[in-house]
């Protein structure tokens, strides 16, 4: 987990433990249809909050066999796989205690049914190059389904024969909806046979179908046959909190992760695929995304401009919830600098784990690529120079002020450049250089002041400046720390510190990868 991008099931590294145990109950005490919002920006752990809720509820893995062996390929290294089986060996419990709170009173709980709930993960972004999101996504939950099927995870004739009808209407939709979004016809082209299986429920709901309705009874027929209750048991009264039937005791819980990796064309249709067909009264849908991409996909695709568009995504959603912000996260980088080879013998560990944490956002993906760049670069290093902070500093650099950096390798004694620049209360001369003038723009954002003595106020000038901050917020933090840090240097004699910064800079850091 330390050493690459994988996510993760150790929730408790990432301090959001507490926020995947209640993301799983909210996903069994909700009453579908149900659309819940896991929103966080790239990076921020939603894949990980999402797969620990996953394994909580008792999902499987992804997994696969080879016409040449009846051996199951799994998804998951065996480091995580052993999590994952921990923590879905405790589903069943987790999952009738939390819905035995639903219960009005004690009786009720000799009477309740075993739930039944199946995740199942889908990632549009694997399916990038279809013009059609939503038939791979009823495709991913037929292979999905039929895999579970296969390695019995559904016991009894019964049960097994209610799956293969599903699975044979899934088969249709895909048809359908290939047929509806190709060419362009009606559902009045739908196969006979599917029409008459869903004409029942049909006459019990509505009088007249519009074919958006009409298709989603097809998709709720598919879901209600796969999860296979029976008809005694929905018919029953209501025995549970707030009229919640049995029917919530069998609940298929589809998790969509990396929605805002897709383009924009694609974000938009599978989203509203989801509201127009997918949302039945036995779905629960849990979606990754940075809400950010989403609202510029509504904006761009919709015409829906700034709050319209948040207003739209705010519709298709029951629940959001923002995946939490570690406020310490020194253990975390603790973890990552020891399995990166740092010792303590040659560096302050507690004290460079706190020092990255100011410097880099508290973001899991950032900080690992952050200390995995560190470790490259001082390997080269090694022996070269022995200001290790200074090294760091310049690291920082290098990693989030890429062209900064290279004026700097280029030539060190730019160095003097930059400490003009970073001195906050010194408006710059009328002839500055433009190395001095890019330098003070790279940081400009991060000034304690908007406008320094000697500036004049305007209001282009303080909307050019929001702009900026706008579109360096990461940043911002980051920057306001290395200032501070920074300081320690700008009071060095001129020539030691060139001589510092060209051991680094030459020796070091325009070796390494990504320079």
Same mark, same amino acid.
């Given at each position: 987990m330390a050493g690459n991008d994988h996510w993760t099931l150790h929730l408790e590294d990432l301090g959001m433990q507490g926020a995947g145990e209640e993301l799983a109950r909210l996903i069994l005490t909700c009453q579908p249809p149900y659309a819940i919002c896991v929103q966080g920006k790239w990076g921020s752990g939603k894949t990980s909050l999402m797969r620990y809720a996953m394994a909580r509820l008792g999902g499987e893995p992804l997994g696969t066999t080879l016409k040449t062996s009846s051996k199951t390929i799994r998804e998951l290294p065996g480091w995580l796989e052993g999590r994952w089986l921990v923590l879905s060996a405790k589903a069943d419990s987790f999952n009738q205690q939390t819905l035995a709170g639903q219960c009005l009173n004690a009786d009720d709980l000799g009477t309740m049914p075993d739930p039944r709930i199946v995740p199942i993960w889908f990632n549009p972004w694997q399916h990038k190059e279809t013009d059609m999101p939503l038939v791979a996504l009823l495709q991913e939950l037929r292979t999905q389904f039929s895999y579970l099927e296969q390695f019995g995870r559904f016991?009894?004739?019964?049960?097994?024969?209610?799956?293969?009808?599903?699975?044979?209407?899934?088969?249709?939709?895909?048809?359908?909806?290939?047929?509806?979004?190709?060419?362009?016809?009606?559902?009045?082209?739908?196969?006979?046979?599917?029409?008459?299986?869903?004409?029942?429920?049909?006459?019990?709901? =509505?009088?007249?179908?519009? &074919?958006?309705?009409?298709?989603?009874?097809? =998709?709720?027929?598919?879901?209600?046959?796969?999860?296979?209750?029976?008809?005694?048991?929905?018919?029953?009264?209501?025995?549970?909190?707030?009229?919640? $039937?049995?029917? /919530?005791?069998?609940?298929?819980?589809?998790?969509?992760? &990396?929605? &805002?990796? @897709?383009?924009?064309?694609?974000?938009?249709?599978?989203? *509203? /695929?989801?509201?127009?067909?997918?949302?039945?009264?036995? @779905?629960?849908?849990?979606?990754?995304?940075?809400?950010?991409? /989403?609202?510029?996909?509504?904006?761009?695709?919709?015409?829906?401009?700034? *709050?319209? /568009?948040?207003?739209?995504?705010?519709?298709? =959603?029951?629940?959001?919830?923002?995946?939490?912000?570690?406020?310490?996260?020194?253990?975390?980088? $603790?973890?990552?600098?020891?399995?990166?080879?740092?010792?303590?013998? *040659?560096?302050?560990?507690?004290?460079?784990? *706190?020092?990255?944490?100011?410097?880099?956002?508290?973001?899991?993906?950032?900080?690992?690529?952050?200390?995995?760049t560190l470790a490259v670069n001082w390997n080269v290093a090694r022996g070269t120079t022995e200001d290790f902070v200074l090294f760091l500093l310049i690291t920082y650099l290098q990693t989030n002020h890429p062209a900064a950096f290279r004026l700097l390798s280029y030539d060190p004694e730019n160095i003097d450049l930059l400490n003009k620049a970073l001195n906050e209360d010194r408006p710059l001369p009328p002839d500055a250089s433009p190395v001095l003038l890019f330098f003070r723009q790279t940081f400009r954002h991060a000034f304690e002041f908007a406008f320094l003595p000697g500036e004049e106020p305007s209001r282009e000038g303080g909307d050019t400046i929001v702009s900026e901050l706008i579109q360096r917020l990461d940043r911002h933090k980051g920057d306001r720390a290395f200032l501070e840090l920074w300081a320690t240097y700008r009071n060095m004699p001129g020539a030691e510190l060139v001589q510092r910064i060209t051991q680094i800079v030459q020796r070091a850091c325009s070796e390494a990868p990504g320079s």
């Amino acid at each position: 987990m330390a050493g690459n991008d994988h996510w993760t099931l150790h929730l408790e590294d990432l301090g959001m433990q507490g926020a995947g145990e209640e993301l799983a109950r909210l996903i069994l005490t909700c009453q579908p249809p149900y659309a819940i919002c896991v929103q966080g920006k790239w990076g921020s752990g939603k894949t990980s909050l999402m797969r620990y809720a996953m394994a909580r509820l008792g999902g499987e893995p992804l997994g696969t066999t080879l016409k040449t062996s009846s051996k199951t390929i799994r998804e998951l290294p065996g480091w995580l796989e052993g999590r994952w089986l921990v923590l879905s060996a405790k589903a069943d419990s987790f999952n009738q205690q939390t819905l035995a709170g639903q219960c009005l009173n004690a009786d009720d709980l000799g009477t309740m049914p075993d739930p039944r709930i199946v995740p199942i993960w889908f990632n549009p972004w694997q399916h990038k190059e279809t013009d059609m999101p939503l038939v791979a996504l009823l495709q991913e939950l037929r292979t999905q389904f039929s895999y579970l099927e296969q390695f019995g995870r559904f016991a009894g004739k019964l049960v097994r024969t209610g799956v293969h009808a599903g699975l044979s209407i899934l088969g249709d939709l895909v048809d359908t909806f290939s047929l509806l979004q190709g060419l362009g016809t009606s559902v009045g082209q739908i196969p006979n046979r599917l029409l008459n299986a869903v004409e029942g429920q049909r006459r019990r709901d =509505f009088d007249e179908v519009h &074919d958006a309705q009409r298709l989603n009874l097809m =998709f709720e027929l598919a879901v209600k046959s796969l999860l296979a209750p029976s008809v005694e048991e929905e018919e029953q009264a209501p025995f549970s909190k707030d009229n919640v $039937t049995q029917v /919530a005791l069998r609940r298929l819980v589809i998790f969509i992760d &990396d929605l &805002d990796r @897709c383009s924009e064309q694609q974000t938009v249709k599978l989203l *509203e /695929a989801i509201k127009l067909y997918l949302q039945t009264r036995y @779905c629960v849908f849990v979606v990754g995304m940075d809400g950010a991409a /989403a609202r510029r996909a509504v904006a761009n695709v919709l015409s829906h401009k700034g *709050e319209e /568009a948040h207003e739209y995504l705010e519709k298709l =959603f029951q629940a959001t919830l923002h995946v939490p912000v570690p406020r310490n996260h020194s253990a975390f980088v $603790t973890t990552l600098l020891e399995h990166a080879g740092f010792h303590s013998k *040659e560096i302050d560990i507690p004290a460079t784990a *706190e020092t990255i944490g100011r410097l880099i956002e508290p973001n899991p993906r950032k900080l690992k690529n952050f200390v995995s760049t560190l470790a490259v670069n001082w390997n080269v290093a090694r022996g070269t120079t022995e200001d290790f902070v200074l090294f760091l500093l310049i690291t920082y650099l290098q990693t989030n002020h890429p062209a900064a950096f290279r004026l700097l390798s280029y030539d060190p004694e730019n160095i003097d450049l930059l400490n003009k620049a970073l001195n906050e209360d010194r408006p710059l001369p009328p002839d500055a250089s433009p190395v001095l003038l890019f330098f003070r723009q790279t940081f400009r954002h991060a000034f304690e002041f908007a406008f320094l003595p000697g500036e004049e106020p305007s209001r282009e000038g303080g909307d050019t400046i929001v702009s900026e901050l706008i579109q360096r917020l990461d940043r911002h933090k980051g920057d306001r720390a290395f200032l501070e840090l920074w300081a320690t240097y700008r009071n060095m004699p001129g020539a030691e510190l060139v001589q510092r910064i060209t051991q680094i800079v030459q020796r070091a850091c325009s070796e390494a990868p990504g320079s």
